[in-house]
């Protein structure tokens, strides 16, 4: 399948402010389910940004505007072919071992309503791990606007409605508990048509040695496939954020973001 994305994120600020900086991770890099064909990070006056490769192996690009201003623009722009890989990742830029994704963070801390939720699983890894997708699922119904970016796990479950990142951040911890190694995916999803979303989406990892990394996407109960566009990995929604920055002067912001994922095939019939 080959897709085209755009992803457009705009500031505006109540009073002028004098700098802002974001890093962005919002550029996927070629594995054997995906490849790259052309990808753009653009800031103001439309020049591509400079990057760097984190320590997660992702690609990070850095937006800086170092005078006075009251609104700003970053703009995403690519094109990808993805193959079928039945949610395995193979391929993939590793620079960690699987065993530091066992770490805990704020975002995946766990109580004893996830370890309960994740040590009834039953069957073997992978079993247990498909279970935990429906079961997170099922407990934690997607409405938007209930949760935040600061939205624990166990607030998510206890709260019972969220977001891809709130299931996401559920299905880790309880990966976790089971002693799987698990990791935040952020990235972009073709959800068929060609219509705009507000965000991109959300999903999460699970190592499993007979086969290594595989997808799973609580939010849609299901393993990611063509339709998907991996950009950022972390051990949480902040280590694997699309965009992150600080910003100076008194001026409150508000945001706008519009994303756009299209199948160009569909688009050349």
């Given at each position: ?155 998510a479950l206890k709260l019972g409605t969220g977001v891809c990142q709130d299931h996401a951040h559920l299905f ?66 902040w280590s694997a954020a699309p965009v992150r920055g600080i910003r100076r002067g008194e001026g409150e912001e508000s945001l706008a973001v519009r994303v756009r994922v299209k199948d160009s095939a569909q688009?050349?019939?």
């Amino acid at each position: 399948m080959r897709l085209t994305i755009r992803h457009q994120t705009s500031y505006k600020y109540s009073k002028p402010i004098i700098y802002a900086t974001q890093t962005l991770r919002l550029a996927p890099r070629s594995y054997e389910g995906l490849h790259v064909m052309q990808w753009r990070v653009r800031g103001e006056g439309r020049h591509e940004l400079p990057s760097f490769i984190d320590g997660y192996g992702n690609i990070v690009h850095c937006h800086t505007v170092n005078r006075e201003h009251d609104s700003a623009v970053v703009t995403v722009e690519g094109e990808v072919e993805t193959y079928p890989t039945d949610g395995i990742v193979r391929g993939a830029a590793e620079t960690l071992p699987p065993l530091f994704y066992l770490r805990t963070t704020r975002l995946t801390t766990v109580d004893e309503a996830i370890t309960d939720l994740a040590l009834s699983r039953k069957g073997g890894p992978y079993e247990r791990l498909r279970s935990l997708m429906e079961e997170v699922r099922e407990r934690v119904d997607y409405v938007q606007g209930t949760t935040e970016a600061t939205t624990t796990a166990v607030e998510a479950l206890k709260l019972g409605t969220g977001v891809c990142q709130d299931h996401a951040h559920l299905f880790i911890a309880g990966a976790r508990v089971m002693g799987i190694p698990a990791r935040y995916v952020g990235g972009y999803l073709w959800a068929g048509g060609d219509g705009e979303h507000q965000a991109s989406h959300a999903w999460a990892e699970a190592y499993v040695p007979e086969f290594g990394w595989i997808g799973f996407d609580p939010a849609n109960r299901s393993q990611p496939g063509e339709a998907y566009v991996r950009a950022s990995i972390g051990l949480d929604y902040w280590s694997a954020a699309p965009v992150r920055g600080i910003r100076r002067g008194e001026g409150e912001e508000s945001l706008a973001v519009r994303v756009r994922v299209k199948d160009s095939a569909q688009q050349q019939q």
